[in-house]
């Protein structure tokens, strides 16, 4: 309870129904697949729409922190519709700007993805959700300044292993993004709770929990302004 920041993934919330925490604020959230059966409901002409509530993603600020924040709008969020990529099955991506007064620290974001979603899904979702960050932004917007210096931290439920696919590659050439190693996140063994960062400094700290089948992971960001 004394983190500044709570980064939560598969909260089953959307923003009609969020979940207060007791000296913390809900900064962002999102839950596509709650989205997606509110706003595209079925027809009779139709198969009913078979979304699990399963989902979500949210980040609190704590209300005693020397930072604040503000909630950065990902694109690949806004629709749900035709979309070629259906975001719905696939998870959901939340930031927020981390700041001291005017001064950014780093872009903090919340990620879960899907147990089921195919690895080409999930790296299309990455790259609309963190495309202003991207190395290669200039070669979709000619003449653009991608921003390759602001500090990230990315953490989350990613529902596999990274170093078991061809994750890590894909966030590093992309983002810059460097994956923190750590041991099983699971009661299970498995590993499938992951960080990455870029320019900043993230140690994951031992913590002991009872009551979830995943293990929380305690991120300590050392910044310096």
Request: proline content about 5%; overall charge negative.
């Amino acid at each position: 309870m004394n983190s500044d920041y709570m980064v939560i993934s598969e909260t089953w919330m959307n923003c009609a129904n969020t979940v207060m925490i007791n000296g913390f604020e809900l900064r962002a959230s999102n839950n596509t697949a709650l989205e997606h059966r509110t706003h595209c409901p079925s027809t009779s002409s139709e198969l009913p729409v078979r979304v699990s509530a399963a989902g979500g993603s949210a980040i609190y600020r704590n209300l005693q922190s020397s930072t604040n924040c503000s909630e950065i709008i990902v694109n690949a969020n806004k629709s749900c519709g035709n979309s070629v990529l259906r975001k719905h099955n696939v998870g959901d991506i939340c930031l927020v700007d981390v700041k001291v007064e005017d001064l950014t620290l780093f872009i903090l974001g919340a990620v879960y993805i899907h147990p089921k979603a195919s690895t080409e899904a999930v790296k299309l979702y990455l790259y609309q959700s963190v495309l202003p960050y991207s190395a290669n932004l200039t070669k979709l917007i000619p003449n653009s300044q991608p921003d390759l210096e602001t500090p990230i931290v990315l953490c989350g439920d990613f529902n596999c292993d990274p170093q078991q696919n061809s994750y890590l590659e894909f966030m590093r050439n992309e983002f810059g993004l460097n994956y923190v190693q750590i041991s099983p996140t699971t009661l299970g063994n498995t590993t499938i709770d992951c960080t990455f960062t870029r320019n900043i400094n993230v140690d994951i700290m031992p913590y002991v929990s009872y009551f979830t089948y995943h293990r929380p992971m305690l991120n300590k960001i050392v910044v310096e302004y």
